[in-house]
């Protein structure tokens, strides 16, 4: 069988990459490995997560806020079997929807591990050998958990986001290694069902790629929830004695510390997946993180082949994956499709959620650009103290001569949701002052971004 284009892995990159394609009229195959599409996202990562949070935090507003909104309950007990299995229906749905589509878009699917043979022959290992030919491929294979080579993964005490997802028991006590994304959300989930959760992280702050503000706010309102905080703090070793973990450390002013728990939750990034792909024996080049090198138009250094999503360069986002995938295959094409780095938010899906797009303060600062920065608290929101959410806030930054916005970065209710305005404002170079000219609903948490945007053209939020 001959393919105009062949898509190594389903992930969010891979089987939007087919489907774009195949809506240009294209013949596409799809290589998936699992049983299952939709990659790490769907499967183990994005999907199963915020199941997980919103089952955790519906417990945790139960215990600790109904009462606040005169709602008398008795204290809701946990089936966490339950909640594991509406996390694994809300998973199998995703993925039955993603079989779906590539029904719809006349998408042919092979399951088993495709390997380069040359740069139009794949070789696909299943439950039966197969061959294809194709004139261009995408490899889309996705990441890996990133180890500590000192450290021996069971998978059973010391577990990475895989097994945190499905465990049979909410820990008594979580060491989460690694204070970023995924360590903080998955720490939120069983913080809320009881456990107590310490964290360890070798930065100086939360969320280290985010804007600094936003990192120390969060700490703030963890710390309410009972987190226990290391900064700049060294793991040493992490070693399983019966049913407890064991972690060594060194502290930031070089103190050994020792912190006993029943799980050990390491996450401290992922590490690109192209494991027995072959590329680099057909001449593909990789750099040394182990990414594969791409050039503007995600082209590979062999004729035909792309990259995109976690195997390549930025940002290890689903979202950012996807962008890539339909530019792609617009681009094979023959369209002049673009994607702008700079404006592809990240996201903490924490509660409150933190969101961030465009420059941090710390950048501006290291690059010496003029800039002015207007923040407003949702303490100050009449929308977020209706719902009890009045942690957090919205900053926007804005350069200093043109006015135009360079960052936004909020930690609060939804801010998932609403950064969204944000990148639209960016990709159409909107300045502080066009935003707060704009009608925004009330009430909303989105006025935040308002009076924030106020607050950046000259210090003058109506609400603050």
């Known amino acids: 069988m ?12 891979g089987y939007i990459a087919a489907i774009r394609a195949a809506q240009l009229g294209m013949k596409v195959a799809l290589i998936e490995k699992y049983s299952t599409l939709g990659g790490t996202c769907l499967n183990v990562g994005c999907i199963p997560s915020k199941a ?13 806020r109904f009462a606040d909104h005169g709602l008398e309950v008795e204290t809701p007990k946990i089936d966490f079997g339950k909640m594991i299995a509406r996390k694994g229906e809300v998973v199998k749905q995703t993925t039955d929807g993603i079989a779906f589509l590539m029904k719809k878009n006349k998408i042919d699917v092979y399951e088993g591990f495709g390997s380069f043979v040359d740069k139009n022959t794949i070789k696909i290992d299943g439950e039966e050998s197969k061959v294809i030919n194709t004139q261009k491929t995408v490899i889309a294979t996705g990441s890996k958990p990133t180890m500590l080579p000192f ?10 986001s895989t097994e945190a997802l499905k465990l049979e028991e909410i820990p ?17 989930v069983y913080a809320r069902l009881g456990a107590e959760v310490t964290v360890v992280e070798y930065a100086d702050s939360l969320i280290p790629t985010m804007d600094v503000s936003l990192g120390k706010e969060m700490q703030k ?16 070793s992490v070693k399983v004695e019966g049913e407890e973990v064991v972690v060594k450390a060194t502290d930031k002013k070089g103190k050994e510390i020792e912190i006993k728990g029943d799980y050990c939750l390491v996450s401290i990034g992922r590490r690109p997946y192209t494991d027995k792909l072959n590329f680099e024996e057909i001449g593909g080049k990789m750099d040394e993180r182990g990414r594969i090198d791409v050039n503007e138009h995600l082209q590979t250094s062999v004729e ?70 207007g923040s407003f608290p949702f303490r100050a929101s009449g929308r977020a ?29 939804r801010a998932a949701d609403m950064i969204s305005e944000g990148v639209v404002a960016m990709e159409y170079r909107a300045s502080a002052e066009d935003i707060s000219r704009m009608s925004h609903a009330h009430p909303t948490y989105s006025e935040a971004i308002k009076e924030a945007c106020l607050a950046a053209t000259g210090d003058r939020a109506l609400n603050m």
Do not use: C
């Open 52 to 64: 997980l949070l919103d089952s955790s935090e519906l417990y945790h507003q139960a215990v600790h």
């Open 385 to 413: 103290r209706a719902s009890m959410d009045i942690d957090g806030l919205v900053k926007v930054l804005a350069d200093k001569e043109t006015d135009e916005i360079l960052g936004m970065h909020i930690i609060g209710p």
């Open 221 to 236: 309102v963890l710390k309410k929830e009972g987190f226990k905080f290391n900064l700049k703090t060294k793991v040493e």
């Open 151 to 160: 450290i021996e993964f069971d998978k059973k005490r010391v577990i990475t």
């Open 2 to 13: 001959t393919y105009d284009l062949t898509v190594i892995g389903s992930g969010p990159g």
């Open 304 to 373: 035909g082949i792309y990259a995109i999503g976690d195997v390549v360069k930025g940002a290890m986002l689903a979202h950012k994956a996807e962008e890539e995938g339909v530019y792609v295959a617009e681009h094979i094409n023959g369209e002049k499709p673009h994607i702008n780095y700079k404006l592809i938010p990240g996201v903490v899906y924490t509660w409150p959620e933190v969101a961030s797009v465009g420059y941090t303060e710390q950048e501006l600062k290291e690059s010496k650009r003029a800039y002015k920065a």
């Open 172 to 188: 008594k006590h979580l060491i989460v290694i690694g204070g970023g994304v995924i360590g903080l959300e998955l720490g939120s």
